[in-house]
């Protein structure tokens, strides 16, 4: 095996233990044993078991903001919100042991490398999208980032739930997603009001 050969074994192995055990319930020695090689050469790659995970980390977000943010390209906001569910959906069910490493917790106590990181950086692409439809429609653009932190947020927890879940089909779940996000915003009340007692 080449050293680029051995070292994306390493992240494979990586990846899929990370996955399934976490990241505190996964050794270099296991690492090394399920690669097939002695310890020291997951350390000549990688420094050691936190550097492995920063790289599974760091690929499987760019993976998945590169996915997401590359459906929102245009077109009109419900094309939007379906292709923004279905790419996150289409990353789950392709690359499931990514997406399990990157909502476990992180090792390190962090802002970013993290999915709440990830989240905030999609939630910022879609705020920019909402922010232009709001000012269009006479809505407060100020307010495009609430709400693009409810919407991402809705699909990325729906996602974490789907992830064990996977009924219903990836189609129905998006269709639902789309259903209730879509309807919620084309009924949106630009001064929404609270109508029991409680105001603060």
Do not use: C
């Amino acid at each position: 095996m080449t050293g680029g050969e051995r070292r994306e074994q390493l992240l494979d192995v990586g990846r899929t233990l990370f996955a399934e055990r976490g990241y505190e319930g996964t050794s270099v020695e296991e690492i090394a044993h399920h690669a097939g090689v002695s310890k020291p050469v997951v350390y000549e790659h990688f420094g050691g078991k936190e550097g492995l995970y920063a790289v599974v980390v760091d690929r499987e977000m760019r993976r998945l903001l590169d996915m997401v943010t590359g459906a929102l390209t245009g077109g009109h906001p419900r094309k939007l919100l379906e292709q923004a569910a279905f790419a996150l959906l289409d990353y789950i069910e392709r690359s499931t042991d990514g997406f399990r490493t990157l909502v476990r917790d992180s090792p390190v106590a962090q802002s970013t490398g993290t999915f709440a990181s990830l989240i905030g950086d999609i939630a910022t692409r879609v705020e920019d999208i909402l922010g232009r439809g709001f000012e269009q429609r006479g809505f407060d653009p100020e307010l495009a980032s609430l709400y693009a932190q409810a919407l991402v947020g809705m699909v990325a927890l729906t996602g974490q739930w789907w992830l064990d879940a996977r009924r219903p089909r990836k189609a129905e779940v998006a269709a639902h997603l789309v259903n209730l996000s879509w309807n919620g915003l084309s009924g949106l009340d630009p001064e929404p009001r609270l109508t029991g007692h409680r105001r603060n």
